[in-house]
């Protein structure tokens, strides 16, 4: 049915123009759009299974329909001036506020006349701090393999669709805003080379399949790192080093030497972490550099690193103005990547002690220390949540200390929680989230609840003051949140 469809439009195409309206009117982009965002999932995957176009047929309309779905997904606000954009974050991390103020007024640990209105912040909002750059601003983009919506299974892309609903799209990414020229050109030269490839794709590693997904990071001289993710399923190591010997080609001397790549990285993921699964350099650089606010950092392929880095000298510069400076402190950056926060507020600190699971990040921040001739830094490898708890225990008391904490969109662990809020020697306390709901709302209000002995909250609660939001991801609608908590 669905290709009888496709040709009957492909021959209307042919004989007279057809607008994309009516295109999408009869066949139904718009018709699609409905029946995919409903919450009929056994509809969704009859759709998937009825419309699904057969490789090699290409309907008018239709890839752009995908592709502006994607860009709704993926980048909702692109459609509007960035202006607007700003205003719709603003608001949206004053209902954050405003949802912590609620909260804190139950707990009655917000004894402020200022609160005691139901529409009011938990503490002073500043105006949200503009992205210097706006567009084609990510120094990282993450493209996957799978079935295209002219259903070629090598698409390399990002998905409309969920895997848990089975109606997964993957659409090439070359209109999306916030992804830069760079990436969208390593992402076009590996589809061609993976339909050169004798190798099918891996759609879900339990069917098999080998090439899965490519990391593409770039720094602002242009550098450009990619890293191919393959699941070599029951591969040898002679078959596994002719793939790696085909793609090193492809990109050094074949159609992809276009992509000028600084490194080409390659992982045989068979399980999920770095540690289990290594990088392995196919050639170039081994690592990514980068400046920030006039310092260098080094950046490992499984690094973190900020992903709008012009946005990232903002970010840091902002925290920077909300720590009150003091010879004595001690600064605290708990989840610090290669160390980019404490690197930067080193020098109006007598110490800083940076926390971090990742191994190479770990590395990274120590070379990045010495790389900048900054002697006051040091930093831990392990899970915060084990080793800031005995880093505090080992502190006298009278050490005033500062913490710093940007974790992932999880939030802190509890024992983080409870290390930071019963150590008294930590009176400020600054809280960087790109997702201010959910387990981080929790953090904010263990922080500030009254003392618990149950959940053995028993220092004084915190009190947040003031807070800073900065637009690090135009196009989107995320936001970093940048609150002061003192007590
Ligand atoms: C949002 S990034 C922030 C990195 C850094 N502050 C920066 O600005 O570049 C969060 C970091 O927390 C690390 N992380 C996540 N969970 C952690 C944990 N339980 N313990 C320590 N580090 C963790 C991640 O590896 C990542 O580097």
Redesign the pocket.
């Known amino acids: 049915m669905a290709l009888s469809c496709a040709l009957r439009l492909m021959r209307l195409h042919t004989c007279r123009p057809v607008s994309l309206t009516r295109v999408s009117l009869s066949t139904g982009p718009d018709e699609d759009c409905r029946q995919l965002t409903g919450k009929n999932t056994a509809a969704k995957e009859r759709w998937m299974k009825e419309k699904k176009p057969r490789q090699g047929y290409s309907l008018p309309g239709l890839e752009s329909n995908w592709e502006e779905r994607l860009a709704s997904v993926t980048t909702p606000l692109w459609k509007l001036p960035y202006e607007e954009q700003l205003k719709v974050k603003a608001k949206s991390q004053k209902k954050v506020l405003q949802r912590l103020a609620s909260h804190l007024r139950e707990l009655g640990t917000d004894k402020r006349e200022i609160t005691q209105s139901p529409n009011e912040c938990c503490c002073h909002l500043c105006p949200i701090v503009p992205s210097p750059v706006i567009d084609g601003y990510r120094n990282k983009s993450t493209f996957s393999v799978n079935r295209g919506p002219d259903g070629n299974l090598k698409t390399v892309g990002l998905y409309v669709g969920t895997g848990r609903a089975r109606n997964i799209v993957c659409v090439r990414g070359n209109h999306l805003k916030n992804v830069p020229e760079k990436h969208k050109q390593v992402a076009q030269c590996y589809e061609e080379f993976l339909q050169q490839s004798t190798l099918d794709p891996c759609l879900l590693y339990r069917q098999g399949g080998h090439w899965c997904k490519l990391i593409v990071r770039t720094n602002s001289n242009g550098h450009t790192m990619a890293i191919i993710i393959f699941h070599p399923q029951d591969l040898n190591q002679e078959e596994l080093y002719t793939q790696k010997t085909l793609l090193k080609e492809f990109f050094t001397h074949g159609p992809g030497a276009v992509c000028t790549l600084t490194s080409l990285y390659f992982q045989e993921r068979t399980r999920s972490s770095h540690q289990q699964s290594p990088y392995q350099l196919l050639y170039g650089e081994p690592y990514m550099f980068e400046e920030v606010l006039g310092l260098k950092f080094r950046i490992s392929p499984d690094?973190?690193?900020?992903i709008n880095t012009a946005g990232?000298e903002v970010l840091y510069q902002t925290i920077r103005t909300l720590i009150p400076v003091a010879e004595k402190t001690m600064l605290l950056?708990v989840?610090?990547?290669?160390g980019?926060?404490g690197l930067s507020l080193a020098c109006q600190a007598f110490r800083v002690v940076g926390?971090?699971?990742?191994e190479q990040?770990v590395e990274d921040a120590r070379w990045n220390a010495a790389l900048n001739g900054i002697s006051n830094c040091e930093f831990h490898s392990g899970?915060?949540?084990k080793v800031l708890p005995q880093f505090l225990k080992s502190q006298k008391d009278d050490q005033p200390l500062v913490a710093v904490v940007?974790?992932?969109r999880s939030g802190l662990?509890y024992r983080v929680v409870r290390a930071i809020r019963n150590c008294k020697a930590i009176r400020t306390l600054v809280y960087v989230s790109c997702k201010p709901e959910g387990e981080t709302m929790r953090n904010f209000i263990e922080f500030c609840c009254p003392p618990d002995s149950r959940k053995k909250l028993e220092g004084e609660p915190f009190t947040p003051v003031s807070a800073v939001p900065v637009d690090m991801f135009p196009h989107t609608i995320h936001c970093e949140l940048v609150i002061l908590f003192t007590r």
């Open positions: 690094a973190f690193f900020q990232a950056d989840c610090c990547g290669t980019a926060i926390i971090e699971e990742v990040a899970k915060a949540e940007n974790p992932s662990h």
